[in-house]
């Protein structure tokens, strides 16, 4: 039941901790748990409630019909048009329309017949999406942008809820606040975005709880019931807080708030642990409450559209595939530069180094991506079970194959400031030997990759961000126009570069001749440039990319806790020697291109890196 009405008044005898406004007292827990079995549904009656609608930001009612006991009776609803008595209908009445300032908005599509939502199943599922640590910065700024982006394009259920849930002691209307500031249009940012943000709004509700105790997650449990009907419902779970809290977090989730009409599933952040125990301990602890198919590891380095797209490349082009092997690439390189540097992460960097931050995850998963075999299909657990492969089949890297660097202060392009070098760093142990930068060389003991070096390099404050693929073939044997390259041959060599990031691109290095009557070669590039080819604005976050693919249940780009452990247990060893040997790091300044051993390093295996 809804009325469409000019204003109205209303008598509330209760707000619920949901902020509904009840004429009728809440339906109490059991008679909701009740409400969801055909029997017993006869036996309700009818409350009105009006929800409160963005309330800060315009105001909107809905008025809506819903079940309560038949004990709650006598309370009143006065409109312009008459007066609601023990929730019996007008005969004006309208099924849940959206009265805005004095105006019919629009009807709500959930429940046609005016029904209450309870006492039929749905006709569509009903996914919420709980994101714990809801007040963090990676919530704010990358996660629930991620799931508006993916609501304005239409590819979220239409049956939704978005909860943020911590500590912090936030009203729904706050949260809905405080996301409406960091919440952005990425595609469109025109009127119809303001519209889209004002009504996913309205889909997301705000849960205080903690940690420790599953006190918070049967609270959010309820809710959650509340909102979604006795149809099909899924949940997921994205855990943004740190990795100390989750063991705990999961346990209370697995027990008290897992979907019991529906799946449901679990995002995990990096880091996975901090070494081969704590990463296992981890993985014990959530395998005790869910199964490894409900567990999605994530890594956006992953998501990104051209780290994707590897696969496409070498699996869906008969040039590319038949040379992936060490007869012809004589090297490959993964590289991940910052330009910037710590931007108050310093305390838990320093904990980490950039071994544990960037290698053990973002370059190990694309060189496991890389170098796979090709999978039986393109199912998750098939690509799963190539990539752990690769990792298995790993050389144990030596220390003498590792190059360790520091950012030190440096002075600004323009003259006028200093930059802060590492040890400076808030956070940062002052005579910290933590590495903000690595170069080394990995090889895969595999008959595919043989004797390939792979060369990789991460680092913070070096001269542009930059993350890069790139691929370097071997000579031409018996090259006939030799003498037209000149001596560096490997200047003249084939190249395959997918630039990741800043701009998304293919390029292919060929030798290529000059126009003119000469013989003259010159070094050129097919290029793919993603911004010339493509409407880049089209390119998704990496956040949108995972997210929706753990909504469709497609786990092929999340890390599963085999891989994690094998690449874990390839790492160990050379940490353990760079902090029991106390390596020092070889200082270099901030916006540079990184330590000179790093190119003694490339010249040890023959390789030339990228950005000589
Ligand atoms: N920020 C980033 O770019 C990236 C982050 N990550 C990982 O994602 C997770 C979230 O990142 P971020 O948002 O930066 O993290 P925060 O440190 O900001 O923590 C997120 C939220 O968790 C709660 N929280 C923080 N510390 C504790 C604690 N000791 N005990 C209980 N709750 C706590 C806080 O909410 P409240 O106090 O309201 O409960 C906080 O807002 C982390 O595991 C991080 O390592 C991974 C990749 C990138
Ligand atoms: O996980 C992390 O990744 C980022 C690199 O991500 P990008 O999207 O900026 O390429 C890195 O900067 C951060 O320190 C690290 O924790």
Same mark, same amino acid.
Request: aromatic share 12%; net charge negative.
């Given at each position: 039941m809804a009325v469409s009405v000019a204003s109205v008044s209303l008598l509330p005898r209760q707000i619920g901790h949901d902020w509904h406004q009840s004429v009728f007292p809440r339906v109490s827990s059991s008679h909701r748990r009740s409400a969801r079995? $055909?029997?017993? /549904? $006869?036996?309700l009656h009818l409350r009105s409630v009006i929800t409160s609608l963005g309330s800060k930001r315009k105001r909107k009612y809905r008025i809506v019909t819903e079940a309560a006991s038949s004990d709650h009776q006598g309370a009143q609803v006065r409109t312009a048009e008459g007066v609601f008595a023990n929730g019996q209908a007008l005969p004006t009445a309208q099924p849940n329309e959206i009265i805005e300032n004095g105006n019919k908005a629009r009807e709500e599509l959930e429940s046609p017949d005016g029904? %209450?939502?309870? @006492?039929k199943p749905q006709a569509s599922p009903f996914l919420s999406i709980t994101v714990l640590g809801a007040t963090g910065e990676l919530a704010r700024n990358k996660i629930f942008p991620a799931l508006f982006a993916l609501y304005y394009s239409g590819n979220l259920y239409k049956n939704i809820a978005i909860f943020g849930y911590s500590r912090s002691e936030l009203t729904d209307e706050e949260f809905r606040d405080m996301l409406s500031e960091s919440a952005t249009c990425r595609v469109d940012e025109g009127e119809k975005c303001g519209e889209a943000m004002e009504t996913f709004l309205q889909s997301v509700y705000f849960e205080t709880g903690g940690y420790s105790t599953c006190d918070g997650m049967t609270k959010l449990d309820s809710r959650l019931k509340e909102i979604e009907g006795m149809g099909e419902a899924n949940r997921i779970f994205y855990l943004s807080v740190p990795n100390e809290i989750v063991p705990d977090v999961s346990r209370c989730l697995s027990r008290d708030a897992q979907s019991k009409s529906g799946w449901t599933r679990l995002i995990v952040e990096k880091?996975?642990?901090?070494d081969s125990e704590s990463s296992a301990k981890l993985a014990d602890s959530l395998l005790q409450y869910l199964d490894e198919s409900q567990i999605y590891r994530i890594d956006h380095h992953l998501g990104k559209e051209l780290i994707e797209n590897l696969t496409v490349l070498r699996f869906s082009n008969l040039v590319f595939e038949p040379l992936w092997t060490r007869t012809y690439i004589k090297s490959v390189q993964v590289m991940l530069a910052e330009d910037w540097g710590m931007e108050g992460r310093g305390g838990y960097f320093d904990q980490h180094g950039i071994i544990r931050d960037i290698v053990q995850s973002h370059l190990m998963q694309t060189i496991a991506l890389f170098a796979m *075999?090709?999978? /039986?299909? #393109? $199912?998750g657990e098939d690509i799963r079970n190539e990539k752990v492969k690769v990792l298995r089949s790993m050389r144990t890297p030596s220390l003498e194959d590792f190059c360790l660097g520091q950012y030190k202060a440096s002075i600004s392009k323009d003259g006028k400031s200093r930059i802060f070098g590492y040890l400076e760093e808030?956070?940062? %142990?002052? @005579?910290? #030997? =933590? +590495? =903000?930068f690595v170069a080394g060389v990995l090889y895969i003991d595999n008959a595919r990759w043989d004797g390939v070096p792979f060369l990789i390099k991460a680092g913070y404050g070096l001269i542009k961000h930059k993350v890069e693929i790139r691929i370097q073939f071997h000579h031409v044997p018996g090259n006939l126009y030799r003498e037209h390259i000149g001596l560096n041959m490997d200047m003249a060599s084939n190249e395959l570069i997918i630039s990741v990031q800043p701009d998304e691109a293919i390029f292919l290095k060929i030798n290529n001749k000059v126009p003119g009557l000469g013989t003259q070669l010159d070094s050129s590039e097919l290029n793919l440039l993603y911004r010339e080819r493509y409407?880049? *604005?089209?390119? +998704?976050d990496s956040y949108e990319r995972l997210i929706l693919d753990v909504i469709k249940g497609d786990n092929h780009l999340f890390i599963r806790s085999d891989e994690l452990q094998a690449s874990w247990d390839l790492l160990m060893p050379l940490l353990k020697d760079i902090e029991e040997q106390k390596v020092a790091p070889e200082m270099y300044t901030f916006g540079g291109r990184g330590p000179v051993g790093s190119y003694y390093l490339g010249a040890k295996h023959g390789v030339r890196w990228a950005d000589e």
């Open positions: 079995c $055909d029997k017993v /549904v $006869d036996s029904y %209450y939502r309870w @006492n880091p996975f642990g901090s *075999e090709p999978p /039986v299909s #393109l $199912d808030p956070g940062v %142990y002052p @005579n910290s #030997l =933590t +590495p =903000t409407d880049c *604005e089209s390119i +998704p």
